[in-house]
């Protein structure tokens, strides 16, 4: 079959344009392009036919196709050929039950996506693949592009980095000086991409990536781009997948830039269209209130929108208040009977905090979704039978010092709900089974 793809103009008319084409708006009207698919093509097939198809190949060693991305390739990107793909094996990750932290919540049917748990520890490698695998195609077929890049708030420039350094494709990343972890920094220095630390913040980095993006040279693999997108939307088709191809209630994502929600939407909505799904879920969006113009956007009932300066917050990925794909984004909400709240410094701290303690290890983003949940929650807009599923976006190793931080009685505040300080103390065996005791009595 001849799948096909190409770029739309979703904004202001329909102008179209290669997949190969270097180009990241309309030139007509200088909307977001989106990617579309020959839909008829995609219906010959039967719903029932591409779920097998898709089972045969999830999670299996054949080269692309065990990937969870391009296990669906048809589905997200049909135009590059299999030569052409970098894959490092991404999605296929697990969903978490989260039960007894459920239990806590009065929820029986709770779960965690954990896509942090991939190549480079954040959901963006579901969209580096499909962007760097379309760069390798366009390289091997005219040789034009020089190097990829993009600005970031750490996770973004560590899936480029590594998904480049793996084609041989030269990376140039550009992050705001002291707002991303060391954790996050050093990924691709190891890569081997030239790393720009620049003193500003993410909007101010993105500022200068677009100028830089008129160079034809130079490929931009930001989320404008929307190519990635068409990777991050196989999260909705794994979770369903995990269920046996049952929708869940709700789905609980955080977001900055926006790009993500947008992906999760488009995904349920090609399912929908192809009959593998015949409902749609709820989605919550969740902000750092420190960072929330979609949440401020949201009390006006999406009739106005305002980018802000977002202030410092620990979400540090999601600290952007000029989210680029925000239209798109409110297409989604409104489309799948959404909601977007938000949640404080020491509400994302504590929900993070008391999930660890039930077995997970929560990046703050994961953090602010959590918090959201509890909201949720609390306000019967979620109800006990619900299935609900949150989207943890990176892993908790990246970011260790948010943690390091809640966990330090030496902070000068009041200590927080879930603080579990270490003890020190002498090296003599009764001391220590003094402290074992009074520990498990308290
Ligand atoms: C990129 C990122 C987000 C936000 O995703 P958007 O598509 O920008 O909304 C959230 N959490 C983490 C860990 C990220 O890296
Ligand atoms: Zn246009």
Redesign the pocket.
């Known amino acids: 079959m001849d799948y096909n793809a190409w770029f739309e103009c979703s904004e202001g008319c329909a102008e179209t344009y290669s997949l190969s084409d270097v180009i990241y708006r309309c030139k007509n009207c200088d909307g977001l392009l989106a990617v579309k698919h020959d839909m008829e093509l995609l219906k010959q097939r039967s719903a029932d036919d591409w779920k097998s198809l898709f089972e045969q190949r999830y999670m299996r060693t054949q080269y692309p196709y065990g990937s969870g991305v391009w296990g669906k390739k048809e589905l997200v990107c049909p135009n590059i050929d299999d030569d052409n793909i970098i894959s490092m094996y991404e999605g296929g990750t697990n969903l978490f039950w989260a039960d007894r932290f459920g239990a806590q919540l009065g929820l029986g049917d709770l779960w965690i996506k954990q896509c ?1 748990i991939s190549h480079t520890g ?3 490698d579901l969209g580096m693949t499909v962007l760097v695998s379309m760069v390798n195609q366009i390289i091997n077929e005219s040789g034009n592009i020089r190097a990829v890049m993009c600005a970031s ?4 420039s560590a899936a480029l980095a590594a998904y480049a350094s793996a084609a041989g494709i030269p990376a140039i990343i550009l992050l705001p000086k002291a707002k991303v972890t060391r954790e996050q920094l050093i990924q691709p220095i190891a890569n081997g991409a030239l790393t720009l630390s620049l003193e500003t913040d993410f909007d101010g980095c993105m500022a200068i990536v677009q100028k830089l993006a008129a160079r034809p040279e130079f490929y931009l693999a930001n ?1 404008i781009n929307s190519l990635r997108i068409e990777g ?1 939307k196989t999260i909705s088709m794994e979770i369903v997948q995990q269920f046996n191809w049952e929708v869940p209630d709700w789905i609980i994502i ?10 999760l939407g488009l995904g349920f909505l090609m399912m929908y269209d192809l009959g593998i799904i015949d409902k749609l879920p709820r989605i919550a969006c969740a902000q750092a209130e420190r960072a929330n113009p979609l949440y401020r956007s949201y009390q006006t009932g999406f009739t106005e929108f305002s980018a802000i300066t977002a202030q410092a917050t620990q ?1 540090t ?2 600290q ?1 208040g000029n ?1 680029v ?1 925000v239209h798109r984004a409110i297409r989604t909400l409104r489309r799948f009977d959404g909601i977007v709240d938000q949640a404080t410094e020491t509400e994302l701290a504590d929900a993070a905090a008391r999930a660890d303690r039930t077995g997970l290890f929560n ?1 703050p ?2 953090g602010v979704a959590l918090a959201v949940l509890i909201k949720m929650v609390e306000r019967k807009q979620i109800r006990p039978s619900d299935r609900v599923i949150v989207i943890s ?2 892993t908790g190793l990246k970011f260790p010092d948010f943690k390091v931080d809640y966990h330090n009685v030496d902070r000068g505040e009041p200590p927080p709900r879930y603080l579990n300080a270490p003890i020190e103390l002498e090296a003599d065996y009764e001391n220590v089974l003094k402290q074992i005791g009074a520990h498990l009595d308290a």
């Open positions: 942090g954040s959901f963006k708030t750490g996770d973004t989320s991050q955080p977001g900055g830039n926006l790009g993500n929600v947008s992906a979400a990925a999601i952007i989210p794909s990046c983003h994961t976006t990176a």
